[in-house]
């Protein structure tokens, strides 16, 4: 059974850091594409990182510069490290796994992931 477990999420300041992490089980992690969304109240799902199992990763514009997606593949683990925090950046943040290969900008699209984990809240403050 597929599991994709979230945590680290908080509140900070902005301009503060925080570290997501999704520890996932019962599939053969390496071999997925795994990705990060997040969702505001009263806003659509949106893409904010993704990597493939070749190690492609693709970042939205909102958060280029800020956000760096990384895992683990010894501890089934994705991260999402978030750096400079901005109060548009609170939101619940979900990751996702996909058992297809994903080009790099299908990386983004909540449509092409079939495995979700429960969310952790990012609540950031001005």
């Known amino acids: 059974q597929v599991q994709l477990v979230e945590s680290g999420g908080g509140s900070v300041q902005a301009g503060g850091s925080l570290r997501l992490s999704c520890a996932a089980s019962?599939?053969?992690?390496?071999?997925?594409?795994m990705g990060w969304f997040r969702q505001a109240p009263g806003k659509e799902r949106e893409g904010v990182a993704g990597?493939?199992?070749?190690?492609?990763?693709i970042y939205a514009d909102s958060v280029k510069g800020r956000f760096t997606i990384s895992k683990d593949n010894a501890k089934n683990t994705l991260y999402l490290q978030m750096n400079s925090l901005k109060p548009e950046d609170t939101a619940m943040y979900y990751c996702a796994a996909s058992s297809r290969f994903l080009s790099p900008a299908g990386l983004l699209h909540g449509n092409n992931y079939n495995y979700w984990g429960q969310g952790t809240q990012v609540t950031v403050s001005s």
């Open positions: 990597i493939d199992r070749d190690d492609t990763i």
């Open positions: 019962g599939f053969t992690y390496s071999v997925y594409c």
